[in-house]
């Protein structure tokens, strides 16, 4: 920047605020070797044939120059997801994954043909002004229309991620409905609503949302999620993340950060802690069955029938069954 002039590098800092072409940068005194320096320096950033200010986020950069070189294309999907924080899962160990890692955007119907690159998406489709949101000056879809869109693109026990997590952090059903009857004929709208019908924002992690679809595969009864039991007391702070009454059984989804510390001896207390919060659970007079991802994502685990195998125990308990309630959970992703 030292190379410039006090006046050129104004403009720099002015125009750069958002992402420009080389010719522009050309009009107000820069040349090809000074641009190249720039980047070098990381003063700017380029991507896709544009260049912004170097300031801006690392990981927000190459989706804004995506949007730039794409006019009237509106950030969407895997990167509207991104940028609104609302979660999203896929299993990358199939073939044919989607390129989650790409820039995606939605362009108008008119605009030409749909692109599929590793390092972009580009979609055609209608842009209802309900469907829009920002990030900053970057357009993109809402949230609701985020979550249809995405619906639509991957399988049930991907998509259920997204829903979960955004009825989890405050959108309803009736928005997602609303946006799935504008797009009532367009391509992988029944997968939308089927998934959409499926969301429960009780589910409080990723791991809870892929294993409540791998329950219903297996033709187990949809378990109720987030329930208290009553100690003859009062009732207890611990919470379970499924509960079968009818099998008095109790599933615990146990995803890595549970036990995430900065020391053994942190990681120890968190164990000791699981191990007596199980004690409590179990004086209820339930069964318990822990299971963390590898259980829920490959299909040859033994995770049904441990299940089915808890849900023969318990019926055959004689015991008094325990008091419970559902609660509502808060909004975390723990697991």
Same mark, same amino acid.
């Given at each position: 920047?030292?190379?410039?002039?006090?006046?050129?590098?104004?403009?720099?800092?002015?125009?750069?605020?958002?992402?420009?072409?080389?010719?522009?940068?050309?009009?107000?005194?820069?040349?090809?070797?000074?641009?190249?320096?720039?980047?070098?320096?990381?003063?700017?950033?380029?991507?896709?044939?544009?260049?912004?200010?170097?300031?801006?986020?690392?990981?927000?950069?190459?989706?804004?120059?995506?949007?730039?070189?794409?006019?009237?294309?509106?950030?969407?999907?895997?990167?509207?997801?991104?940028?609104?924080?609302?979660?999203?899962?896929?299993?990358?160990?199939?073939?044919?994954?989607?390129?989650?890692?790409?820039?995606?955007?939605?362009?108008?119907?008119?605009?030409?043909?749909?692109?599929?690159?590793?390092?972009?998406?580009?979609?055609?489709?209608?842009?209802?002004?309900?469907?829009?949101?920002?990030?900053?000056?970057?357009?993109?879809?809402?949230?609701?229309?985020? +979550? =249809? /869109?995405?619906?639509?693109? !991957?399988?049930? *026990?991907?998509?259920?991620?997204?829903?979960? $997590?955004?009825? @989890?952090?405050?959108?309803?059903?009736?928005?997602?409905?609303?946006?799935?009857?504008?797009?009532?004929?367009?391509?992988?709208?029944?997968?939308?609503?089927?998934?959409?019908?499926?969301?429960?924002?009780?589910?409080?992690?990723?791991?809870?949302?892929?294993?409540?679809?791998?329950?219903?595969?297996?033709?187990?009864?949809?378990?109720?999620?987030?329930?208290?039991?009553?100690?003859?007391?009062?009732?207890?702070?611990?919470?379970?993340?499924?509960?079968?009454?009818?099998?008095?059984?109790?599933?615990?989804?146990?995803?890595?950060?549970?036990?995430?510390?900065?020391?053994?001896?942190?990681?120890?207390?968190?164990?000791?802690?699981?191990?007596?919060?199980?004690?409590?659970?179990?004086?209820?007079?339930?069964?318990?069955?822990?299971?963390?991802?590898?259980? +829920? =994502? /490959?299909?040859?685990?033994? !995770?049904?029938? *441990?299940?089915?195998?808890?849900?023969?125990? $318990?019926?055959? @308990?004689?015991?008094?069954?325990?008091?419970?309630?559902?609660?509502?959970?808060?909004?975390?992703?723990?697991?």
């Amino acid at each position: 920047m030292d190379r410039l002039g006090y006046d050129v590098r104004e403009r720099l800092h002015v125009i750069t605020r958002t992402p420009q072409r080389r010719h522009a940068l050309l009009r107000i005194g820069l040349g090809d070797a000074d641009l190249r320096r720039l980047v070098r320096r990381g003063t700017l950033r380029h991507h896709h044939g544009h260049y912004v200010d170097g300031r801006l986020d690392e990981e927000l950069a190459p989706v804004a120059c995506a949007q730039a070189a794409y006019p009237g294309s509106v950030v969407s999907h895997f990167s509207a997801a991104r940028l609104a924080g609302i979660p999203v899962w896929t299993d990358r160990s199939h073939a044919g994954s989607v390129p989650m890692g790409a820039t995606w955007l939605t362009r108008p119907p008119e605009a030409p043909r749909n692109q599929r690159r590793a390092d972009i998406v580009v979609r055609r489709a209608g842009l209802a002004p309900v469907d829009l949101s920002g990030h900053g000056w970057l357009p993109l879809t809402g949230v609701a229309r985020t +979550v =249809v /869109d995405l619906a639509r693109e !991957l399988p049930l *026990r991907e998509s259920i991620v997204t829903v979960d $997590g955004a009825l @989890r952090s405050g959108t309803t059903i009736e928005e997602l409905h609303a946006v799935a009857e504008r797009q009532h004929h367009w391509p992988g709208i029944r997968r939308a609503q089927h998934a959409i019908a499926f969301g429960n924002p009780s589910a409080e992690s990723a791991l809870e949302s892929i294993a409540r679809v791998r329950f219903a595969a297996a033709g187990l009864p949809a378990p109720l999620l987030q329930v208290q039991f009553f100690d003859g007391l009062t009732w207890m702070l611990e919470r379970v993340d499924f509960w079968w009454p009818w099998f008095r059984t109790v599933g615990e989804a146990d995803g890595l950060a549970k036990y995430e510390a900065n020391s053994p001896a942190e990681r120890r207390q968190l164990l000791r802690r699981s191990h007596r919060r199980d004690q409590l659970i179990g004086d209820r007079g339930v069964e318990l069955v822990h299971f963390g991802w590898e259980d +829920v =994502v /490959d299909p040859r685990s033994d !995770l049904i029938a *441990r299940l089915r195998a808890g849900f023969a125990r $318990g019926v055959s @308990r004689t015991t008094e069954p325990p008091q419970w309630r559902a609660v509502p959970p808060p909004h975390a992703d723990a697991a």
